[in-house]
């Protein structure tokens, strides 16, 4: 762990640093990088005067980056920004590989950039016991560190970096109305005021400050898992776990196959906060009627006694469960969707299929792979996996149509 910062100076470990050489040296300004453990990430929260932006743990930005501490640690140093620091001066010990940073004005020297970054690892870490991570699993976050900056030359390089983020493509699409029917289809519902269509939506009757904390793409992600124009039995939609981004372009180019969901989308979206409020109880059911104990919060990713709200619902649970989990469960159920008149609707009612033992069903096939992998973010992109859970639900919903129809 770091040692606590003693007056105006914060020293903790670093795997490595390097000096950025550059013609400014000349003038006194130095740049350098240093990668940490995030659990080794000093206490910054004296030193944050010159962030511009008031980070929250809610919201889309602060959602993505716990998920990928959650599912995918070891890739964090590749995902993320990082951190950038301005301090006075740098000293480091290479005999002992720790680092030290001088700070001395609260205007000048601190975190820069990279709030939700730097509160999300907070959160994470003291959600988290490190002596429960493997050397597989460790998280690293890269810390850029200006050296020699005063006042002036401060405000111009946060006013440079706060300027040049591009317009999403998203924001876009909002211009373009292109979200007109989503919008539509949960008109009404507790949360329709949640969902942010573009960048930096912030809710109203706040303080002006609490961004809205569903995503548009985590909506139209869920979307494509009942594209049954482009998946279908032995084809599964991976690319909304995997690469939000794709999910956003196909909505883009194929209007007519997400129109024909849209009459789904209200059960979608409660189904998916079912699957997480349920999962627990689902999978202590299907143990004990094994014979089995079962202690949910052991399976890798799984974080038990922590307070979660589901929007859809309007509920909080006390499970934080990886996205990974939930998103081949919820595809599982494309198999209960018909087509008449153009448009999608259920074939039977998938809640009372989830309660009446499906939703143990695929919660065993889930929970079963993510103690054999013990990586979230595998398991996600595991086709095997997909397959395995839709198979189960397609077995179901054929057995419910035969035993109907006799």
Known sequence: MFVQTQGKFL????????RIPSKADTEGFRTYIAVIDVFDVPDFTEWRKINVRDPKLSGAVPTAIRQTLDEDPSSFLFKNRGLVVTVKEVKFDNESSKLTLILENPDVHGLLDGGHTY???KAYCSDINKNDITPSDQAF???????GFNNEQIRDIVDARNTSNQV??????????SFDGI???IAGQPYSNKVAYKEYEIMEGTDGKT???IDVREIIALLTLFDKDHYGDNNHPIVAYSQKAACLNRFKDNPESYKKILPLLKDILKLWDITHRDMRTWYQDSKAKQGQGAKFGRITGVITDRQVMLNYLDETTTDIIPTSFKYPILAALRTFVEEKNGYYCWGLNVEDALENGLGEQLTEVLTNNAIELRNPNKLGKTSSVW????????????????????
């Open 211 to 213: 961004a809205k904390p």
């Open 387 to 406: 397959d395995q859970c839709y198979s189960k639900a397609q077995v179901w919903y054929l057995k419910a149509q035969a035993a109907r129809s006799k």
């Open 183 to 185: 919008k539509s289809a």
């Open 119 to 121: 509160k999300v690892i």
């Open 11 to 18: 020293q903790f470990p670093v795997v490595s640093l390097r």
């Open 168 to 177: 999403k493509d998203q924001s876009l699409m909002e211009l373009a109305k």
């Open 141 to 147: 976050v890269r810390m850029e560190i200006m050296e």
